[in-house]
């Protein structure tokens, strides 16, 4: 499976932005069997979940950081998710990971960096 993000970039502090994973190269289960997430990565420290989206679709979660700000979606007929992250804060700055869970198997995307700053 690979894992494309794209959408990141440079907003000012309460802007927005629409980071997009592409999904491809799948092997024996299709995308709609993958439960997808989000993470980010801030310079100096872990690697933290920020978003996750059912398999199905049927239910997300949200860190306690972006609950209310980030919303996260996912598209079947285009093997896409998305993250919609609206009243950006400089703490948000970080590089953003797609990635795909079946089992055990974890596949990663390659990172879109995001910074907020004036």
């Known amino acids: 499976v690979q894992l494309v993000e794209s959408g990141g970039g440079l907003v000012q502090p309460g802007g927005s932005l629409r980071l997009s994973c592409a999904a491809s190269?799948?092997?024996?289960?299709?995308?709609?069997?993958?439960?997808m997430s989000w993470f980010r990565q801030a310079p100096g420290k872990e690697r933290e979940l920020v978003a996750g989206i059912t398999s199905g679709g049927g239910s997300t979660t949200y860190a306690d950081s972006v609950k209310g700000r980030f919303t996260m979606s996912r598209d079947t007929a285009k093997n896409t998710v998305y993250l919609q992250m609206n009243s950006l804060k400089p703490e948000d700055t970080a590089v953003y990971y797609c990635?795909?869970?079946?089992?055990?198997?974890?596949?990663w995307g390659q990172g879109t960096q995001v910074t907020v700053s004036s």
């Open positions: 990635k795909a869970a079946y089992f055990s198997a974890q596949y």
């Open positions: 190269r799948f092997s024996r289960f299709a995308f709609s069997t993958y439960d």
